[in-house]
């Protein structure tokens, strides 16, 4: 699979020769009988904002909490950073910051008080410390509201604190699943320059997403329905052909569960 290798926007990729910086390979995942991600091949090569795109229950957050270490595939195997997922987690662990689909921040912690803790946990002191206060928070606009408990920031900025709790032990690759989802326009175009600012410092970034105006602004896309990937594209080479991106989505989607179901009746 090409793995985006040739879609970066900068138009000027650092990382030839280097192996992708993520490689899923024909990674399953099976809860008993369902299978919420199979036979599932991709890379992501290094400084690229890669979108998951599909429909709900597709194995979106199977997938990215396999890549994440925070559960094993059933078969295949993960490598980031060329560490594999399972066996050298720790190491993998390091090389990521994760923000779940449901990201826990501690509501009655204020928010300089729940970036102390994700300070802690990686065992960042001293000088530092003020450091990457400063840089995460102002980065996210935060450095006003460093007294306000967590519970009374507005949506966005509640995911905007996420970002940052997941990004102070500064790491190289961002795993995010749908993290602006209910968050107003304005918000979500902030989020988002901070994704790109991201990049143009070589972070790698992973981000699931419904909504398709996040999906333009990838510079490769994935798509996932019923637990297989469907398309490995930039978003112009996906919509090739219909009217728009979310077109282009539907219409695959829907040719995919209509051969889905000629397999179910025999037709
Ligand atoms: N721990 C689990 N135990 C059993 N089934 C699970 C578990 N986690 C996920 N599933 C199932 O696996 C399938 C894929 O779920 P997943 O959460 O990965 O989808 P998704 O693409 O992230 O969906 P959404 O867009 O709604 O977030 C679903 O059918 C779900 O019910
Ligand atoms: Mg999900």
């Known amino acids: 699979m090409p793995g985006f290798a040739d879609n970066h926007r900068n ?3 650092s990382d030839a020769g280097e192996p992708p910086i993520v490689q899923v390979r024909k990674v399953t995942k099976a809860f008993g009988s369902l299978v919420a991600v199979s036979e599932t091949t991709f890379d992501i090569r290094r400084g690229r904002i890669i979108g998951l795109v599909g429909s709900d229950g597709a194995g979106k957050t199977t997938l990215l909490r396999m890549i994440a270490t925070m559960t094993a595939p059933t078969a295949g195997n993960v490598l980031v950073g060329g560490f594999d997922a399972v066996r050298q987690k720790d190491a993998v662990k390091k090389l990521i910051g994760y923000m779940p689909q449901r990201f826990g921040l501690y509501p009655d912690l204020t928010v300089a008080e729940n970036l102390d803790f994700f300070m ?3 065992g960042i002191s ?11 928070l102002g980065f996210s606009n935060l450095l ?9 920031l507005s949506g966005g900025m509640k995911q905007k604190l996420g970002l940052a709790c997941v990004l102070v032990h500064e790491p190289r690759i961002l795993i995010l699943d749908e993290p602006t989802n209910g968050v107003d326009p304005v918000s979500r175009q902030e989020f988002w320059e901070i994704l790109t600012a991201m990049r143009r410092q070589e972070m790698t970034i992973l981000v699931a997403t419904a909504y398709l105006d996040e999906g333009e602004k990838c510079d490769g896309l994935v798509l996932m329905h019923a637990s297989r990937v469907l398309a490995e594209a930039t978003p112009a080479e996906l919509k090739s052909g219909y009217a728009d991106l979310e077109e282009a989505m539907i219409q695959r989607i829907l040719q ?12």
């Open 11 to 13: 138009g000027n990729p």
């Open 120 to 122: 802690d946990i990686f």
């Open 126 to 136: 001293g000088r530092e410390r003020a450091r990457r206060r400063e840089r995460y």
């Open 144 to 152: 006003p509201f460093l007294d306000r408990k967590a519970d009374d």
């Open 256 to 267: 995919v569960d209509a051969a889905l179901r000629e397999d179910d009746f025999g037709i």
